[in-house]
C-alpha cells in the first residue's frame, strides 16, 4: 500500500501535491468546527420526540435506486402506521424522489453535498431542521460511513439510531471511534462481497420481514408504457457518459457498434445523459448517416429519462446511474464495465433484475469461474481501462439481447 501511494505521489503533478497537503492541513480544524457546529445544535435547539421516522442516504443516484424499493415496504408496516416519514437525501434526486416516492414520504430534506461541506452556515441550518423536527427513529443504510455526514445523525437527538456495519474503508480508526457510540446498534449487513441490493436488503431486514424476501428492484408501479418489442425496427438508448475517463467507452466505439447493428435491423438511437454528455451526442450524430439519432443528454429530467429508457428495447450504457435505471423499469440492458467495486455493484444477479447483462475486458476470463478472485481484486476499486472491450464483443451481446436470448 505504501509502495503503491508512493509511486502515484511522484508522479502526481505539482498543483495536485499542493492541493493535498492544504486538504491535510484544513481537514483537522474543519473536523473542529464541524464539532463546535453540533455542540451548538445540541445545546440550543430543543429536541422534542415525535412519532416520526427519518431515513437518511446522502449518496447519488444509483444509491438511491438500490434502496427505494424498501422505502415503501417499510412504510406498510403495521406497527408504525402511526408514523411518518421523512427522507433526508442528496438534492440530485429530488426530483425523482418527489415523482416516485412521495407517498411514501410525509416531507423531504435535501442536502447540497458541497455546501454541506463547504458551507458552515448551510451546515447548520440543515442540522437545526434535523434536530427540530424531533425524529424518533433514524435509519441510515450505509455501508460506507463517512464522518462528515455522522452530524445529521448525531444531532437528530434520537436514541433509536441504526446504521449498517461499514464495508468501506471511508473513515480512519479515530472516526470511527467518535461516531460509533452515536448508534444504538451497528447492524450486520452480510459478507464482503455482497451485492449493495442485498446488503440493502439485509439491512431493512431487521426492521420488516417483507423487506428480507423482496426479490428485485423492478418497480410495477410505473406509469411507463413499454416499447412494442415485436416491431421492426428497435429502439436503443445510448448513455456515453461516466464519472471516470477509464470509465468511458470510446465513443467511436459506441459509433461502429451502432452502424454494424443498423447492417442487419433497422435502428432509432437515443442518447441520455446530463449536459456535460450533451458533446457526445452531438458527435455521435456525426458518425452516424442514415441513422435517425435524438440527443437528450441535458434535455430531459430523471424522471423523464426513465420514461424513455422503459420504451425503449435495449439501453447500451457505461456503468453509470442509466443502469441502475434501467433496473428499476425493466429494460434490457448491456453495462460496459471496467469492473470497479466487483462484486457490490456488477455484475447484476440474475435473481436481482435478469436483464442487465455485463461486459468486461477479455482479462477478466470467464466471470463465473472467477468471481471470487475478481471480487477480491477489484471490490474495492477498479483501474482497468473499459477501453479493453471489444466492439464485436459488446455486438454479440448486444444482438443477442435484441433476438430475446
Known amino acids: 500500500m505504501i509502495r503503491n501511494f508512493s509511486a502515484k505521489f511522484v508522479k502526481a503533478p505539482i498543483s495536485e501535491l499542493i492541493s493535498n497537503w492544504v486538504y491535510r492541513f484544513k481537514y483537522p480544524f474543519k473536523l473542529w468546527v464541524y464539532e463546535l457546529i453540533d455542540q451548538w445544535i445540541l445545546f440550543s435547539v430543543p429536541y422534542r420526540p415525535q412519532k416520526k421516522i427519518l431515513i437518511y442516504r446522502l449518496d447519488l443516484i444509483g444509491d438511491y435506486l438500490m434502496c427505494r424499493p424498501f422505502f415503501s415496504v417499510l412504510r406498510r408496516e403495521k406497527r408504525w402506521e402511526d408514523f411518518s416519514f421523512s427522507l433526508a437525501g442528496n438534492q440530485q434526486v429530488k426530483e425523482l424522489a418527489e415523482s416516485m416516492d412521495s407517498t411514501v414520504f410525509t416531507d423531504f430534506i435535501w ?38 455526514l455522522e452530524s445529521i445523525v448525531r444531532v437528530s437527538g434520537s436514541s433509536k439510531v441504526y ?14 471511534s467518535w461516531s460509533d457510540h452515536v448508534y444504538k446498534s451497528h447492524l450486520s449487513t452480510g459478507p464482503v462481497p455482497l451485492f449493495e441490493f442485498y446488503r440493502n436488503r439485509n439491512f431493512f431486514g431487521y426492521f ?52 454494424k447493428l443498423s447492417e442487419s435491423r433497422s435502428i432509432e438511437v437515443k442518447v441520455l445523459g446530463g449536459p456535460v454528455e450533451f458533446l457526445l451526442g452531438e458527435e455521435l ?9 435524438q440527443n437528450l443528454a441535458g434535455k430531459r429530467s430523471l424522471t423523464q429519462s426513465m ?6 428495447d435495449l439501453l447500451i450504457s457505461n456503468e453509470s446511474s442509466p443502469v441502475h435505471m434501467a433496473a428499476t423499469t425493466g429494460t434490457t440492458c448491456i453495462v460496459i464495465s471496467q469492473g470497479n467495486h466487483f462484486g457490490r455493484w456488477n455484475p447484476y444477479p440474475k435473481e436481482v433484475a435478469s436483464w442487465i447483462q455485463t461486459v468486461y475486458p477479455a482479462s477478466f476470463g470467464e466471470v463465473n469461474d472467477k468471481y471470487d478472485s475478481l471480487a477480491a481484486m477489484y471490490h474495492d476499486g477498479s483501474e482497468e481501462d473499459v477501453a479493453g472491450i471489444s466492439v464485436d464483443h459488446v455486438l454479440e451481446a448486444a444482438r443477442n439481447l435484441l433476438n430475446g436470448n
Open 285 to 293: 450524430i456525426q458518425m452516424l448517416p442514415g441513422i435517425p439519432v
Open 111 to 148: 442536502i447540497d453535498r458541497a455546501r454541506f461541506i463547504n458551507s458552515w452556515g448551510y451546515r447548520f441550518r440543515i442540522l437545526r431542521a434535523v434536530r427540530h423536527a424531533g425524529f424518533e427513529m433514524v435509519l441510515y443504510p450505509s455501508h460506507t460511513r463517512q464522518y462528515w
Open 163 to 176: 446504521t449498517g456495519k461499514a464495508v468501506g474503508h471511508y473513515m480512519s480508526s479515530s472516526e470511527k
Open 307 to 312: 420514461e424513455e429508457l422503459r420504451n425503449s
Open 208 to 259: 420488516s420481514e417483507e423487506a428480507s424476501r423482496l426479490p428485485g428492484l423492478m418497480d410495477q408501479n410505473l406509469p411507463y408504457s413499454n416499447s412494442n418489442f415485436e416491431s421492426g425496427q428497435k429502439v436503443i438508448s445510448i448513455a456515453p457518459g461516466a464519472s471516470t475517463r477509464n470509465r468511458r467507452w470510446p465513443l467511436s466505439n459506441f459509433g461502429e457498434l451502432l452502424l
